[in-house]
């Protein structure tokens, strides 16, 4: 009796071709004619010759489709830091350097552009309310986190937080972010709000940060950030604030005025 590779006494032997009795009937079907194929190619030949069309398997083999990967650098999580141009340290005597660069960025290279956000301009970091206790970690004394904590402690614990996994060249544009995000609440509020208030309702301000204060103008690098940066660090530092219990609001953002109507301008509060 010959063997073949079904056979349990000859795994590598010659294999049998099947007769069609053996196979029975072909279960792969013209649509059009009907005629039954006992394999896929056997039908999509026939369907190319005789039809000219070109048929899809419907169970196709090989590599399935690759799934949608998540954001890798996510402005929602801290994974947004891993990105090369921010991922780092700033180590922690590096900070005040950072800062008073920050200082200087705003109010004497860019001044013009505070004063015409009628941002209060000051003239040493020692004068700023903000700077000044974060370059002396005064926040740090007696510094409570809780919803209750004013929001300039909610920010300089932010700014420490990320300076461990950011490095010194970004954590001074990130201090630059914050500190505009920190003086538009106050002009928005009219009222030193960041130093008695604490961070609940921020997040709800961060569209007309974004558009009313920061954009002036379509398509404006302000203060050295571009649109989408700016929507990305906004939406980093608000969505610390709800992780960490500082604001029950989740945001959702937009940077183009034109769609400023559709959202309403709209914050999802959970």
Known sequence: MENHPNDDNNPGGTRKRKTKSELGE????CDLCKKKYYSYSALYTHCWNNHKIKIKKDNPKGRPKKKEKKIKYDPMNP????????TGKTEKEKINECAERAFEFIYDI????????KMKIYYNINEHPFLYKFINDIHNTDIILNKKTNTDNVLMNYLNQI??????????KLIVFVTLFREFVNIFTNQEYTEIKEAEDVPDMSNNFINDFLYLYEDEVSFGFELQETIDLTTNLCS????????????????N????NKLNNELTSL
Request: with cysteine.
């Open 240 to 255: 610390w604030m709800y992780e960490n219990e500082f604001s029950e609001s989740k945001i959702s953002l937009i940077g």
């Open 163 to 172: 300076s461990d996994i950011c490095n010194e060249n970004y954590f001074q």
């Open 79 to 86: 994974s947004f830091f891993r990105h090369e141009e921010r």
């Open 257 to 260: 005025k034109e769609e400023e």
């Open 110 to 117: 860019n001044g013009e552009k505070a004063i015409e956000r």
């Open 26 to 29: 072909g279960t792969h079907e």
